[in-house]
Every structure is written in structure tokens, then in C-alpha cells.
């Protein structure tokens, strides 16, 4: 902990940021993040993240609510006076500076001496692998060198906080793969709280401690990668965080630890993992790699259902099947084990059943009846 | 007033001071009458106008336009083929360079090289004389041709870079892709590649009218009698008629004809690409 | 079709330039090689030097201004949404569609009803005005290559907003900078009628020289200072080949 006691790096109360009329890009947003944690916020694109950062950062001033760095209310202090530091979405690297003066940068408007500057650029050069990248222009170096160039640039200062934007979002695939492991290590190596932005819900579970899920301006839910992954508080954050199925249905019977629901399907068993009573409305899930696809009858106690398959796709690691149960296409992913190959195959529009233990069934939401 | 604004301050004051005040006190003063010793008078009178439009004004008015036009015409017609072939050429650059030069070079000398060149004394009078071929010289100069002449002259590198600009960003495979479909290649030019430089044209055009229009130094020197136009009569109606009132009337008249060619080009412009 | 409009803009350039070697006073008429017409020139024409010193004074000061107002104010219409936008939109493209000539009668206009005595400074007011516009022009669309999240990096980097302009803004934009005072540079050099209008005895620049000297008829002495203005062109036109994009981006 900080001489100052603070626990929370960064503290939004309430903020409320309104663009114009029409445009409310954040509503009574509050997070509190740790210190030294690697803090993720995740949303589809347009529902607030970039503002939400750009107020931290001090690029944008709240209309209502407080902004705090260290348990110090900032609302008023400009982006050059605050202990953070943003990687921008587009790097935003100086183009007439080299990258060592692009790193220098800062350094220099403080007027450190020569061999300061050079001893502290050097070592960042060092943390972000750049050697012999020195003298370049942003302009001679590819997407992934120039995000290099912006995260030493941003860490020189050293900030308390480092706030990223869609860092990675201009990269391809496996470079983009690479570079979160970089950040992941880089931050270990560096200790300070990182403030990541991102629409990748895979990019946000690897790396992250916490996740706030963002959605149209308001957060929809705060938790580590099990908790909103396992645990979603609402429909949403359920179907934005990977794939899943969603059941609606009456409630018919509960006991201690289930509860019999009435859906379309007929009726299903689901783990109570809030109180109902009967005659309520509930929403649960079942995530597709806990749904089976076999030709044999379920074991016992499984909920289960009939249906063909509709689709098959075949993804080297894992196979997709696309099971069409009434009308309404229920997933699974099975991960090819060496139980797998013993089963008998299936094949597109074999009839099959679906099956899953009501234990690994989320109940989301309960409607009094 | 924001805090940002002190950006723009300086040339807010600046050019209030000098363009739109100088701007507002022309139009004011033409409605104003002249006294005898070169000042102006109260009350407001449209005078300066009826006078005007009494006069050879209309006469002089229309000249100023037709040989604009057809300097600007002329201007264009031999801007395009080449600003095409700069655009394709491998010389580009040395091109560019060359059609440069001459716009760098002074205005006033420009003209001279015409006067120098086919002058009463000038060059080719001088060989013709020699070579027996005439005995007194041939007034070239002192037309309306002379004009249109030199002002396609000093003018040709502004019609030539905007549309050299323009068809550069082109891509000129899109030719070959519509030659390709079967579009012989003037066609292909004229469809595919006429949208995209439209915008160098009317830049080109407006570059050389608007200029033509306010001519005084052309037509001075290398024009005559017939050739007078509306920025000759104004410089007149200055320095040595000293006549403020009946001037800002005249520069007004100019303005709004200009004004009334751009509202109209624009308009034809903008109707056609729809 | 190049080659015929290229040797029609450059032939009668050609001929005042082989001329200025002319021995013969009549100009035209072939006479042998000689230098006199610069000896002329250089040694007994003070009235042209004066002019040319004038024109110098004039455009040295003035592009210096128009440069220094005109970034100010892209600078502050690129990025940060200046009040009265309109007015300014009006007030730099206006200029660049009204013909020369009414500049010049109304810039005279200002100056007589405000008794302001015709000068070089009158001439250096002008001048600054048109040229304004242009190096607007010309160092927007060098900035147009650079969005508000380069300004932002300089605040969140420690930059207060002067150091953001030193450091940053003004380095990026320098080839624009630079190609904007050639061109005013060049523009108040060349310009006659707005300097026709606004210049008083004693403040005669070096077009407004020529002018009257060629009114007079043909002199050899001007064939040699047409080559060394021509000179001028080409040189001017070499060094100024790495901001040429930024000209013509302003202009076009
Ligand atoms: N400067 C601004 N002026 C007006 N509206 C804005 C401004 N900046 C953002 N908005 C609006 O606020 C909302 C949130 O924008 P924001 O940039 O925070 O979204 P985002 O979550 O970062 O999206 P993306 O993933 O696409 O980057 C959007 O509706 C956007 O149009
Ligand atoms: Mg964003």
C-alpha cells in the first residue's frame, strides 16, 4: 500500500459524461481499480470505453460524478498535471522525432540531464525489446514496433496508471496474440495499474484481473474473468462473453437445490443459484462446451432434448455442432479428447440428443410472477 | 469567446481590418458623391450608378467578360491534353517543374516578353523588315487579340496545375478497366476520369476568369483602343480622374459580376453532377 | 501538344533572355554579344535597385507576418473549433476569389478615408492581407495529415499547451511553414496591380518599375533584368521543389 493509504488506483463515482442531447456516453458510471492491477473494460464499440478512459486520462471533463488517481480528487487537473499515461488507439507517435526522442519526450520537457534521459529511454528500449530500433522514425517501423514505441513512451514517466486504448486492435492475429503476452509481462515487470480498453472479450479473459463490462454507457457488471464468465449478471454480459444458450421458462417446482422449469422445450431442471418461487419467470444458461452431443440415450438425471444437426464445423482443436431443437439452434463445442474418437461419429442432420447436467447451468434473472 | 480562440484572434483583427472594413467602406463610398478636390460628400445618392450605366459602361462590361471567357476557354483547351500527358508522363516531375518556372517568374516581364517579342519595335517586325518581307512595321499589339494572347499566356500555369493536380491522384488503370468493358478510350477518358478532376477544372477556371475579369496591366500595355476594359477604366477613374466615388461604384459593378460568375458556374457545376 | 504549349510559354522567356546579350540600343536587332546592358544595370540604374530594395523590404516583412498570423490561425481552425468560424471561412477565401484590382481599390480606400499616407507600409499591410490566405491554405493541408490525438499525447506526456505548439506542432508542420513564406514570399515579389494602388511616391517597387519603364518603350536594360529575374524563377523554383506538394495541396 501507497504512503497516501489509498488502496483504489483509480476511483470513478458516479461520473456521468453527456456529449450532446442525444449523445450520453456515460451514465452514473462507478469502478474502483486496485492498485497494480491489470484492469480490463470490455463493450461492444460506441458503448463508452474510449470516453470513459479519455476521463480518467483528463482528455474530457464529467458533467457529474468524481474522478480520483490515488484516493486525490482530480476532476480538475489537466491530462498534463495527472500520474497517467495513455497508449492512444492509433499510437499517436511523434512522425518528426526519432524513436529514441519519441520515448525522450517527456524526459525532456522535464529537463533531465543527458545521461538521465539516456539511461532511463535505454532501459525502456530494453523492456520493450527496441534495441537497435533507436534511431528510426515511426514511419520506418511496422504496427507492432510502433506499439512498442507509444508503450515505452507512456511508461518513461512513470505513470501510477497506464491507460490503453484498443492498443492492439490494429495488429493481425497472431502478432496481436504475441504483443498481449508482451503487455502481460511488461506489466508484471513494471507493477503499476494498467487500464486496458478493448472489444475482445478473448483479449480481456486472458490477460485481465479484473473486468468491468460496459454496455450503452452504463457498466453492466465487475468481476474477475470466472466470475463474469461463469456468473454473468445479466443476459447481456452473458451473451457478450462467448457464446452461450439461454432458456426462458415458469418456474413449476422448487427444491432445495433446483429448480423444474416449463420452457418450450418442455420441462428442464436448473441449478438455483438465486431463490424463486414457483410461478416465477426465469432466464438461465448452459454454455456450449457443458452441452453433449451423442446418439446414445443421456446417463440419468441430465437434461436432454432431440434435435438433428443442422451444422458441423470442424475447428481442428474442437468441433462446433449446431443442433436444431425446435426451431431454435442449441450449441455445443466438444474438445477433441481420446474418449471423443471411441464414439460412434456424427454427422450433419443425424438425429441426436443434446444433454447437460443441471448443475452446470447458470440461472441469470427471476421475475416474480 | 473560448480560450482556444486566441489561435484565430490575430487574423480575425487582421483581416477584418484590412479586407472586410476596406470591403464595407468601398461599397459605402460609392454611394457617395465626389467633391472638386478629390474627397467625398454626403448625402447617399445612387448617382455614381445611373451615371454609369448612362455611360460605355455596358459596352466595356461585356468586352471585360467576352475576353475573359475566351481567354479562359482557350486557357482550358490547351491545359487539359497537357496536364494529361504531364499526369502519364515519366518526365512528371521536370514537367511540373517547367510549367512552374514561368509562374514564378515576375508578372510584369511576362508581358514585356510579348511586347519585346511583337511590339512595333520588336523582334519579329525587326526579322520581317530585314528580310524585305514588309517595309513599316505590323501593329501585332494593341488589340483585343494581343489581350487574349497574353492573358492565355500569364495565366496557362494556373489553369495547368490544379488540373495536373487533380488527374495525378487519378488512377489511370481505371481507364484501362473501362476500356477494358468496352469503352473506346476518349469515351473511357470522358466518363471515368471527367468526375474525378472536375474539381482541378472548376479550381482551374475560376483561377483564370476571376483574374481576367479584374485585368489591368494586360491591356494596358499590349491592348488598344478596342481593348479597354473594366480595370483599366477603374485605375483611370483613380489616379487621375480622382474620382472616389464614381471608382468603388465601378470596382463595385466588378465585384457583383463576379460575384454573379461564381454564383452561376457553381450552380451549372453542381447541377450537372447530379 | 506539351511541346508546342511548353515552347509557348518558353520561347518568348528565351528570346528576352538571349537578347539581354544584344549589343544593339534598338533591342531587336542582333548586334553581337554583349554585357553592357548589366554593366547598365548593375552600375547606372539606381531607380531599379531602389524598386528592388523596396520589393525585398516589403516582402520580407510581409510573408514573415503572413506566415506567423496564418499558422496561428491554421493551428487553431485544424484543431480546436474556433468561434466565428464562418466569418474567418469568409474572410480567408474571399480574398482568393475577388480579382487582385478591388483589393487594391478597396485596401486604398481604407487608407484614404483613414489619411494614412501611401508607403512601404501601406504596400506591407497589403501585401501581409492577400497572402494571408494562402499560407492558411498551404499549412492546413500539411496539418490535415495530423489528427488531436498527437496534441494529446503531448499533454498526457507532461507538454503544457506552449511546449505542445513549440515542440510539437510547429516541427510537424514545417515544411508546410516553410512552403507557405515561399509562396508569400514569391507573391509580394510579383505582385503589381494591389502594390499599384496602394504605393505613394517613394515607395515604387521593383514591378511597379518595370511597368513604367516598358510604358516608355523597349529598353535592353530591362531584357537584362528580365534574365536575372528569370534566374530568380528557377532557382527559387529548384529549392522550393521539396515543398511544392504543400503549394499545390494549398492551392488546388
Ligand atoms: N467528442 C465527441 N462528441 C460527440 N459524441 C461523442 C464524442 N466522443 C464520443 N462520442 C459518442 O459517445 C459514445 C461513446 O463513444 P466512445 O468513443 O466512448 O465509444 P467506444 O466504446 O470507445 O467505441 P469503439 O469501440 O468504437 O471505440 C458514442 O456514441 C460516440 O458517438
Ligand atoms: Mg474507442
Given at each position: 500500500?501507497?504512503?497516501?493509504?489509498?488502496?483504489?488506483?483509480?476511483?470513478?463515482?458516479?461520473?456521468?459524461?453527456?456529449?450532446?442531447?442525444?449523445?450520453?456516453?456515460?451514465?452514473?458510471?462507478?469502478?474502483?481499480?486496485?492498485?497494480?492491477?491489470?484492469?480490463?473494460?470490455?463493450?461492444?464499440?460506441?458503448?463508452?470505453?474510449?470516453?470513459?478512459?479519455?476521463?480518467?486520462?483528463?482528455?474530457?471533463?464529467?458533467?457529474?460524478?468524481?474522478?480520483?488517481?490515488?484516493?486525490?480528487?482530480?476532476?480538475?487537473?489537466?491530462?498534463?498535471?495527472?500520474?497517467?499515461?495513455?497508449?492512444?488507439?492509433?499510437?499517436?507517435?511523434?512522425?518528426?522525432?526519432?524513436?529514441?526522442?519519441?520515448?525522450?519526450?517527456?524526459?525532456?520537457?522535464?529537463?533531465?540531464?543527458?545521461?538521465?534521459?539516456?539511461?532511463?529511454v535505454e532501459y525502456m528500449v530494453e523492456l520493450v525489446k527496441l534495441k537497435g530500433q533507436e534511431r528510426k522514425f515511426p514511419r520506418q517501423l511496422s504496427g507492432g514496433q510502433k506499439q512498442r514505441v507509444a508503450l515505452a513512451?507512456?511508461?518513461?514517466?512513470?505513470?501510477?496508471?497506464?491507460?490503453?486504448?484498443?492498443?492492439?486492435?490494429?495488429?493481425?492475429?497472431?502478432?496481436?496474440?504475441?504483443?498481449?503476452?508482451?503487455?502481460?509481462?511488461?506489466?508484471?515487470?513494471?507493477?503499476?495499474?494498467?487500464?486496458?480498453?478493448?472489444?475482445?472479450?478473448?483479449?480481456?479473459?486472458?490477460?485481465?484481473?479484473?473486468?468491468?463490462?460496459?454496455?450503452?454507457?452504463?457498466?453492466?457488471?465487475?468481476?474477475?474473468?470466472?466470475?463474469?464468465?461463469?456468473?454473468?449478471?445479466?443476459?447481456?454480459?452473458?451473451?457478450?462473453?462467448?457464446?452461450?444458450?439461454?432458456?426462458?421458462?415458469?418456474?413449476?417446482?422448487?427444491?432445495?437445490?433446483?429448480?423444474?422449469?416449463?420452457?418450450?422445450?418442455?420441462?428442464?431442471?436448473?441449478?438455483?443459484?438465486?431463490?424463486?418461487?414457483?410461478?416465477?419467470?426465469?432466464?438461465?444458461?448452459?454454455?456450449?462446451?457443458?452441452?453433449?452431443?451423442?446418439?446414445?440415450?443421456?446417463?440419468?438425471?441430465?437434461?436432454?432434448?432431440?434435435?438433428?444437426?443442422?451444422?458441423?464445423?470442424?475447428?481442428?482443436?474442437?468441433?462446433?455442432?449446431?443442433?436444431?431443437?425446435?426451431?431454435?439452434?442449441?450449441?455445443?463445442?466438444?474438445?477433441?479428447?481420446?474418449?471423443?474418437?471411441?464414439?460412434?461419429?456424427?454427422?450433419?442432420?443425424?438425429?441426436?440428443?443434446?444433454?447437460?447436467?443441471?448443475?452446470?447451468?447458470?440461472?441469470?434473472?427471476?421475475?416474480?410472477? | 469567446?473560448?480560450?482556444?480562440?486566441?489561435?484565430?484572434?490575430?487574423?480575425?483583427?487582421?483581416?477584418?481590418?484590412?479586407?472586410?472594413?476596406?470591403?464595407?467602406?468601398?461599397?459605402?463610398?460609392?454611394?457617395?458623391?465626389?467633391?472638386?478636390?478629390?474627397?467625398?460628400?454626403?448625402?447617399?445618392?445612387?448617382?455614381?450608378?445611373?451615371?454609369?450605366?448612362?455611360?460605355?459602361?455596358?459596352?466595356?462590361?461585356?468586352?471585360?467578360?467576352?475576353?475573359?471567357?475566351?481567354?479562359?476557354?482557350?486557357?482550358?483547351?490547351?491545359?487539359?491534353?497537357?496536364?494529361?500527358?504531364?499526369?502519364?508522363?515519366?518526365?512528371?516531375?521536370?514537367?511540373?517543374?517547367?510549367?512552374?518556372?514561368?509562374?514564378?517568374?515576375?508578372?510584369?516581364?511576362?508581358?514585356?516578353?510579348?511586347?519585346?517579342?511583337?511590339?512595333?519595335?520588336?523582334?519579329?517586325?525587326?526579322?520581317?523588315?530585314?528580310?524585305?518581307?514588309?517595309?513599316?512595321?505590323?501593329?501585332?499589339?494593341?488589340?483585343?487579340?494581343?489581350?487574349?494572347?497574353?492573358?492565355?499566356?500569364?495565366?496557362?500555369?494556373?489553369?495547368?496545375?490544379?488540373?495536373?493536380?487533380?488527374?495525378?491522384?487519378?488512377?489511370?488503370?481505371?481507364?484501362?478497366?473501362?476500356?477494358?468493358?468496352?469503352?473506346?478510350?476518349?469515351?473511357?477518358?470522358?466518363?471515368?476520369?471527367?468526375?474525378?478532376?472536375?474539381?482541378?477544372?472548376?479550381?482551374?477556371?475560376?483561377?483564370?476568369?476571376?483574374?481576367?475579369?479584374?485585368?489591368?496591366?494586360?491591356?494596358?500595355?499590349?491592348?488598344?483602343?478596342?481593348?479597354?476594359?473594366?480595370?483599366?477604366?477603374?485605375?483611370?477613374?483613380?489616379?487621375?480622374?480622382?474620382?472616389?466615388?464614381?471608382?468603388?461604384?465601378?470596382?463595385?459593378?466588378?465585384?457583383?459580376?463576379?460575384?454573379?460568375?461564381?454564383?452561376?458556374?457553381?450552380?451549372?457545376?453542381?447541377?450537372?453532377?447530379? | 501538344?506539351?511541346?508546342?504549349?511548353?515552347?509557348?510559354?518558353?520561347?518568348?522567356?528565351?528570346?528576352?533572355?538571349?537578347?539581354?546579350?544584344?549589343?544593339?540600343?534598338?533591342?531587336?536587332?542582333?548586334?553581337?554579344?554583349?554585357?553592357?546592358?548589366?554593366?547598365?544595370?548593375?552600375?547606372?540604374?539606381?531607380?531599379?535597385?531602389?524598386?528592388?530594395?523596396?520589393?525585398?523590404?516589403?516582402?520580407?516583412?510581409?510573408?514573415?507576418?503572413?506566415?506567423?498570423?496564418?499558422?496561428?490561425?491554421?493551428?487553431?481552425?485544424?484543431?480546436?473549433?474556433?468561434?466565428?468560424?464562418?466569418?474567418?471561412?469568409?474572410?480567408?477565401?474571399?480574398?482568393?476569389?475577388?480579382?487582385?484590382?478591388?483589393?487594391?481599390?478597396?485596401?486604398?480606400?481604407?487608407?484614404?478615408?483613414?489619411?494614412?499616407?501611401?508607403?512601404?507600409?501601406?504596400?506591407?499591410?497589403?501585401?501581409?492581407?492577400?497572402?494571408?490566405?494562402?499560407?492558411?491554405?498551404?499549412?492546413?493541408?500539411?496539418?490535415?495529415?495530423?489528427?488531436?490525438?498527437?496534441?494529446?499525447?503531448?499533454?498526457?506526456?507532461?507538454?503544457?499547451?506552449?511546449?505542445?505548439?513549440?515542440?510539437?506542432?510547429?516541427?510537424?508542420?514545417?515544411?508546410?511553414?516553410?512552403?507557405?513564406?515561399?509562396?508569400?514570399?514569391?507573391?509580394?515579389?510579383?505582385?503589381?496591380?494591389?502594390?499599384?494602388?496602394?504605393?505613394?511616391?517613394?515607395?515604387?517597387?521593383?514591378?511597379?518599375?518595370?511597368?513604367?519603364?516598358?510604358?516608355?518603350?523597349?529598353?535592353?536594360?530591362?531584357?537584362?533584368?528580365?534574365?536575372?529575374?528569370?534566374?530568380?524563377?528557377?532557382?527559387?523554383?529548384?529549392?522550393?521543389?521539396?515543398?511544392?506538394?504543400?503549394?499545390?495541396?494549398?492551392?488546388?
Amino acid at each position: 500500500m501507497d504512503k497516501d493509504g489509498a488502496v483504489y488506483s483509480v476511483e470513478l463515482e458516479n461520473v456521468t459524461k453527456i456529449f450532446d442531447e442525444s449523445t450520453v456516453a456515460m451514465k452514473n458510471v462507478s469502478l474502483k481499480v486496485k492498485k497494480g492491477e491489470f484492469f480490463s473494460i470490455l463493450g461492444p464499440s460506441g458503448c463508452g470505453k474510449t470516453t470513459t478512459l479519455r476521463i480518467i486520462g483528463g482528455f474530457e471533463t464529467p458533467n457529474e460524478g468524481t474522478v480520483r488517481i490515488d484516493g486525490r480528487r482530480v476532476n480538475n487537473l489537466p491530462p498534463n498535471r495527472r500520474p497517467v499515461n495513455m497508449v492512444f488507439q492509433n499510437y499517436a507517435l511523434f512522425p518528426h522525432l526519432s524513436v529514441f526522442e519519441n520515448i525522450a519526450f517527456p524526459l525532456r520537457l522535464k529537463k533531465m540531464t543527458e545521461s538521465e534521459i539516456r539511461e532511463k529511454v535505454e532501459y525502456m528500449v530494453e523492456l520493450v525489446k527496441l534495441k537497435g530500433q533507436e534511431r528510426k522514425f515511426p514511419r520506418q517501423l511496422s504496427g507492432g514496433q510502433k506499439q512498442r514505441v507509444a508503450l515505452a513512451r507512456a511508461l518513461v514517466n512513470e505513470p501510477r496508471v497506464l491507460l490503453l486504448d484498443e492498443p492492439l486492435s490494429s495488429l493481425d492475429a497472431k502478432l496481436r496474440q504475441y504483443m498481449l503476452m508482451e503487455l502481460d509481462r511488461i506489466h508484471d515487470e513494471v507493477g503499476i495499474t494498467f487500464i486496458y480498453v478493448t472489444h475482445d472479450q478473448a483479449e480481456a479473459m486472458s490477460v485481465s484481473d479484473e473486468i468491468a463490462v460496459m454496455n450503452n454507457g452504463v457498466i453492466e457488471q465487475v468481476g474477475t474473468p470466472p466470475e463474469i464468465y461463469e456468473s454473468p449478471a445479466n443476459t447481456f454480459v452473458a451473451g457478450f462473453i462467448g457464446e452461450t444458450n439461454f432458456f426462458v421458462g415458469k418456474v413449476v417446482d422448487v427444491s432445495s437445490e433446483y429448480l423444474k422449469v416449463e420452457t418450450r422445450f418442455g420441462i428442464l431442471t436448473c441449478y438455483k443459484d438465486k431463490e424463486a418461487k414457483i410461478g416465477d419467470t426465469v432466464e438461465f444458461m448452459i454454455r456450449p462446451e457443458k452441452v453433449y452431443v451423442t446418439k446414445n440415450y443421456p446417463p440419468q438425471n441430465m437434461n436432454f432434448l432431440r434435435g438433428k444437426v443442422d451444422q458441423l464445423i470442424y475447428l481442428g482443436s474442437h468441433t462446433k455442432y449446431y443442433i436444431m431443437v425446435e426451431n431454435t439452434l442449441i450449441r455445443s463445442i466438444k474438445q477433441h479428447t481420446r474418449y471423443w474418437m471411441d464414439e460412434s461419429t456424427i454427422s450433419w442432420d443425424d438425429e441426436v440428443y443434446v444433454w447437460w447436467n443441471p448443475d452446470d447451468s447458470y440461472l441469470i434473472k427471476v421475475t416474480g410472477g | 469567446m473560448k480560450r482556444h480562440d486566441i489561435y484565430t484572434l490575430p487574423i480575425l483583427i487582421w483581416l477584418s481590418l484590412f479586407f472586410t472594413i476596406p470591403l464595407s467602406i468601398t461599397v459605402i463610398m460609392s454611394f457617395m458623391s465626389s467633391t472638386p478636390y478629390g474627397g467625398v460628400t454626403l448625402p447617399f445618392t445612387v448617382g455614381n450608378y445611373v451615371e454609369i450605366m448612362k455611360g460605355r459602361i455596358l459596352a466595356i462590361l461585356w468586352r471585360t467578360i467576352r475576353i475573359s471567357a475566351l481567354s479562359t476557354l482557350i486557357t482550358l483547351g490547351l491545359s487539359l491534353p497537357v496536364s494529361f500527358f504531364m499526369a502519364t508522363s515519366k518526365w512528371k516531375n521536370l514537367l511540373l517543374m517547367a510549367t512552374i518556372i514561368p509562374f514564378w517568374t515576375n508578372f510584369i516581364i511576362r508581358i514585356f516578353a510579348w511586347i519585346f517579342l511583337l511590339g512595333n519595335n520588336g523582334m519579329l517586325n525587326n526579322i520581317l523588315i530585314q528580310l524585305g518581307i514588309v517595309k513599316n512595321p505590323i501593329t501585332f499589339l494593341y488589340n483585343s487579340w494581343a489581350v487574349v494572347v497574353v492573358i492565355v499566356y500569364t495565366y496557362l500555369p494556373y489553369m495547368i496545375l490544379p488540373i495536373y493536380s487533380a488527374m495525378e491522384k487519378f488512377d489511370f488503370s481505371m481507364i484501362d478497366a473501362a476500356m477494358d468493358l468496352g469503352a473506346t478510350k476518349i469515351r473511357a477518358i470522358f466518363k471515368v476520369m471527367f468526375p474525378s478532376i472536375k474539381g482541378g477544372i472548376t479550381a482551374g477556371i475560376l483561377f483564370v476568369f476571376i483574374p481576367a475579369l479584374g485585368s489591368y496591366a494586360i491591356p494596358e500595355l499590349v491592348g488598344g483602343r478596342d481593348s479597354v476594359m473594366l480595370g483599366n477604366l477603374i485605375a483611370w477613374e483613380i489616379t487621375t480622374a480622382r474620382n472616389w466615388p464614381y471608382a468603388t461604384a465601378l470596382s463595385n459593378i466588378l465585384f457583383v459580376s463576379t460575384a454573379l460568375a461564381l454564383f452561376l458556374y457553381l450552380k451549372i457545376q453542381g447541377s450537372d453532377g447530379k | 501538344m506539351t511541346v508546342i504549349v511548353l515552347i509557348f510559354l518558353y520561347a518568348p522567356i528565351m528570346f528576352l533572355v538571349i537578347f539581354s546579350f544584344n549589343s544593339s540600343v534598338t533591342g531587336a536587332n542582333w548586334m553581337g554579344f554583349t554585357l553592357k546592358w548589366y554593366g547598365e544595370l548593375f552600375l547606372r540604374s539606381p531607380d531599379i535597385w531602389e524598386g528592388f530594395k523596396n520589393s525585398l523590404i516589403v516582402a520580407v516583412f510581409s510573408s514573415l507576418t503572413a506566415t506567423f498570423i496564418g499558422t496561428m490561425a491554421a493551428i487553431g481552425i485544424h484543431w480546436y473549433k474556433p468561434s466565428f468560424r464562418r466569418y474567418i471561412n469568409f474572410n480567408i477565401y474571399a480574398p482568393l476569389i475577388i480579382p487582385d484590382i478591388l483589393m487594391g481599390v478597396s485596401m486604398l480606400m481604407l487608407f484614404v478615408s483613414m489619411r494614412i499616407r501611401l508607403s512601404l507600409f501601406t504596400i506591407y499591410l497589403a501585401h501581409t492581407t492577400f497572402s494571408l490566405s494562402y499560407v492558411v491554405l498551404v499549412v492546413l493541408a500539411r496539418l490535415e495529415n495530423f489528427d488531436s490525438s498527437l496534441l494529446e499525447a503531448a499533454m498526457d506526456l507532461g507538454a503544457s499547451e506552449f511546449q505542445t505548439v513549440r515542440r510539437v506542432i510547429i516541427p510537424m508542420a514545417l515544411p508546410g511553414i516553410i512552403a507557405s513564406f515561399l509562396l508569400s514570399f514569391t507573391l509580394s515579389i510579383d505582385d503589381f496591380i494591389i502594390t499599384f494602388f496602394v504605393a505613394g511616391p517613394g515607395s515604387t517597387t521593383l514591378p511597379l518599375r518595370i511597368f513604367s519603364m516598358i510604358r516608355f518603350g523597349l529598353s535592353p536594360v530591362v531584357n537584362a533584368l528580365s534574365t536575372i529575374l528569370v534566374g530568380g524563377a528557377i532557382l527559387l523554383t529548384l529549392l522550393g521543389r521539396k515543398f511544392l506538394k504543400y503549394i499545390l495541396a494549398g492551392e488546388g
